[in-house]
């Protein structure tokens, strides 16, 4: 309900809502279950908050997500979530780890190198 900006979409939403769509939120399980997925992935840091409660909805009614987002769609592969692509292709599975820009060591997640301070950058595993 957050993403919805445009009046267009909210007036829709509004319509669903009176025809009956229940908006739910997920369990502290399947979000765990999320999270631990990212960080499997390397997906840890791109998802949006909402992005990840799609995800562990998705886990808790054993629903499809359609996206064409490839972070959401890899994270949800490595959870064995079904996914199905709206025009893009398919994502195919993949776990990133980050690397220095400056000394090429690896770290964990994004933001700065411990050892020299330069960036971290997501690279294929």
Not at 1 to 25: C, K, P, Q
Not at 37 to 65: E, F, N, W, Y
């Amino acid at each position: 309900m957050e993403e919805i900006r445009d009046i267009a979409s909210r007036l829709r939403f509004e319509v669903f809502l009176s025809a009956g769509l229940e908006v739910r939120e997920p369990s502290a399980i399947s979000m765990k279950r999320v999270q631990e997925g990212m960080g499997q992935s390397g997906d840890a840091g791109i998802l949006s908050p909402t992005d990840i409660g799609l995800l562990a909805l998705s886990l808790d009614t054993g629903g499809t997500v359609v996206t064409d987002d490839f972070a959401l769609q890899n994270v949800a592969l490595h959870l064995q979530v079904p996914v199905l692509p709206i025009y893009q292709r398919r994502a195919q599975a993949r776990s990133w780890r980050y690397r220095c820009t400056g000394c090429g060591r690896y770290g964990e997640g994004p933001g700065f190198c411990p050892v020299c301070g330069s960036a971290m950058k997501r690279t294929i595993r």
